[in-house]
Nanobody
Framework: QVQLVESGGGLVQAGGSLRLSCSAS????????VGWYRQAPGNQRELVAA???????NYGDSVKGRFTISRDNGKNTVYLQMDSLKPEDTAVYSC????????????????WGQGTQVTVSS
């Protein structure tokens, strides 16, 4: 069993910063890739940022230059540093991870966290 837990959301004024964490626990062999997604009321879920095993990253156009994704493999944790926040960044942020699990031959499985609310006031 694997669990993903997000933390770090909250209320911040426009121009401020927040750092989100996505921590994985359980029968983990390795984390292949992790993506941060967000969904605001009435909007479709969108990819914010993603990071792969080798450290390669990609970002949604709306957050490039403001958000930074990073990972600490020793802690099975991925971070999303969000700077210069705007009211339009308000959403529920969720992490999604592709993780190799199992005590025998590892198999890849997809997991979602429960989400954390980020609210940016103007």
């Amino acid at each position: 069993q694997v669990q993903l837990v997000e933390s770090g959301g909250g209320l911040v004024q426009a121009g401020g910063s927040l750092r989100l964490s996505c921590s994985a626990s359980g029968s983990i062999v390795s984390i292949v890739s992790v993506g941060w997604y967000r969904q605001a009321p009435g909007n479709q879920r969108e990819l914010v940022a993603a990071i792969a095993t080798g450290g390669s990253t990609n970002y949604g156009d709306s957050v490039k230059g403001r958000f930074t994704i990073s990972r600490d493999n020793g802690k099975n944790t991925v971070y999303l540093q969000m700077d210069s926040l705007k009211p339009e960044d308000t959403a529920v942020y969720s992490c999604n991870a592709l993780i190799l699990v199992g005590s025998g031959i590892p198999i890849p499985k997809n997991y979602w966290g429960q989400g954390t609310q980020v609210t940016v006031s103007s």
